[in-house]
């Protein structure tokens, strides 16, 4: 019996000597290749899975540490190619582990800003239950910071009216002056952020520019041509 009790126990240790030598890096530019060859067709689900499971061990390895948040933002990132069913398990799943280590962590103001600001529709409600969740409960700023920028946003985009824009444009202007020195995401800070809700907002019930142009069959028009009546602009382009 102690014979199997040792080799159980190199087993386990041999085990977890093989999940350390895993890196987040390893993980990413697999990922990345993984990626590229499903680039026409999709990518290859299983394998997917297999690198979900390998960023799910090294986000707890790493429970409580950066580098564990970062695992647990890249389980979240690679879920987005499986099922919708499968995704809503693993963002509950990761999203509690989250919370559950990292509420005060500073880096947990990404996850509110990428993860939980625009979800997809069937994510929206647990999305938002968390967000409620980390609003209320987080003691790191720059998490508090986010929660307050992410719930403006989403008040921004209600402002319909013209008072209900001059209105906006108050409360965006006094949070700015209360985060807006943090740094914020894609190398901004929330100033710089809040700048772009509050001159989007200062347009609202102002004419429009001019366009001017040629339509599909060629035949020139401008904007002003159909002043007073209701224009659906549609801006697209390939990327």
């Known amino acids: ?14 085990g977890g000597g093989l999940r ?4 987040l890096d390893k993980i ?35 429970k409580g540490e950066e580098g564990g948040l970062a695992a647990a933002q890249w389980v979240l990132n690679l ?24 509420l005060d962590h500073d880096g947990l103001a990404e996850v509110v800003l990428t993860r939980l600001a625009n979800p997809p529709p069937f994510l929206a409600k647990a999305a938002g239950e968390y967000f409620d969740w980390i609003a209320r409960d987080s003691k790191s700023k720059p998490v508090q ?12 985009a209600n402002a319909g009216s013209v008072a209900e824009a001059k209105k906006m444009v108050a409360k965006l ?14 190398g901004q800070t929330y100033a710089q952020m809040l700048d772009e809700l509050i001159d989007g907002l200062k347009v609202v019930g102002t004419p429009a520019q ?4 040629k339509d599909l069959d060629g035949v020139a028009f401008k904007l002003s041509d159909y002043k007073g009546k209701v224009v659906l602009l549609d801006f697209w382009g390939y990327w």
């Open 210 to 213: 001019e366009i001017a142009g």
């Open 79 to 102: 879920a987005s190619f499986l099922s919708e069913e499968r995704q809503s398990e693993l963002f509950a799943e990761t999203m509690d582990a989250i919370v559950e280590s990292w």
């Open 20 to 23: 350390a030598q895993d890196s």
């Open 173 to 186: 202007e006094k949070l700015k002056a209360e985060i807006g020195t943090l740094p914020a995401a894609f």
């Open 28 to 62: 990413q530019k697999e990922a990345n290749l993984a990626l590229a060859r499903g680039a026409k067709n999709g990518p290859d689900l299983e394998e997917i899975e297999r690198l979900v499971g390998r960023a799910r061990d090294l986000s707890i390895d790493q």
């Open 145 to 156: 910071a986010a929660c307050k920028y992410t719930a403006a946003t989403k008040e921004a």
């Open 1 to 14: 019996m102690r014979r199997w009790l040792l080799v159980a126990g190199a087993v386990v240790l041999l």
